[in-house]
């Protein structure tokens, strides 16, 4: 149990142009969702947090126009980031708590975007 | 605040020797404390996690770590190393206060054959 998805793994996009992430619990219901980055060989860097229902929480320096977030559903969250460009390029990856195992996150698989 | 140390950001080991990856944290409050392995374009998966019940934790693929408050550390081991676990290594503490992670710099774990 415990599964989280995303989608897509890989995007390459424009510059100037928006792109969608997903991430889905699969099998149980999330009520807080987190967003990270990773650059190449370094830890992540929380993004944003994120409950059903609720204004994401961003963090310190993280752009809220830029990078907008949904959580619409107690399984699904969506990243979007808005007028890409190539600082933008970085591993994208999403984590879940359950509702039962609040203090567990269980991470998603990533997406690697890459932005020309 | 908290924070997590990870010594050692790359560790090497021969395959069937002993992994030891070193991980400190600080915290004002009693923490969770989590190891997580990623594998190369993958996300994170959770190894195991202290909270607060035994001291030495069992995790999955014959890991454990050991929790010890007076040394604020959760060193994580395994007696005989595998080539599959070649990884990078994050370790993570978590406050009562709030659900948020902070996470060490991560080891990467390499093992020659």
């Known amino acids: 149990g415990a599964v989280v998805s995303q989608h897509p793994s890989r995007v390459i996009c424009k510059s100037g142009t928006s792109v969608k992430i997903e991430c889905r619990s699969l099998?149980?219901?999330?009520?807080?969702m987190f967003w990270y980055r990773q650059f190449p060989k370094q830890s992540l860097m929380l993004m944003a947090t994120s409950n059903e229902g609720s204004k994401a929480t961003y963090e310190q320096g993280v752009e809220k126009d830029k990078f907008l977030i949904n959580h619409a559903s107690l399984t699904l969250s969506t990243l979007t980031v808005t007028s890409a460009h190539p600082e933008d390029s970085s591993f994208y990856i999403c984590?879940?708590?359950?509702?039962?195992?609040?203090?567990?996150?269980?991470f998603g698989p990533g997406t690697r975007l890459l932005v020309l | 605040a908290q924070s997590v140390t990870q010594l050692g950001s790359h560790v090497s080991v021969s395959e069937g020797a002993l992994v030891l990856l070193r991980c400190n944290y600080s915290?004002?409050?009693?923490?969770?404390l989590f190891w997580y392995v990623q594998y190369p374009n993958q996300g994170l998966q959770l190894l195991l996690k202290?909270?607060?019940?035994?001291?030495l934790v069992k995790g999955i693929n014959g890991f454990e770590a050991e929790f010890k408050k007076s040394e604020t550390s959760f060193h994580l081991t395994k007696p005989s190393a595998h080539m599959s676990d070649a990884a990078e290594y994050f370790c993570a503490v978590r406050t009562n206060a709030g659900n948020m992670l902070t996470f060490g710099g991560g080891t990467r774990l390499m093992v020659k054959p």
């Open positions: 099998d149980f219901q999330a009520t807080t």
């Open positions: 202290y909270t607060s019940a035994a001291t």
């Open positions: 984590s879940a708590s359950r509702e039962t195992v609040q203090e567990t996150q269980y």
């Open positions: 915290s004002s409050v009693p923490p969770y």
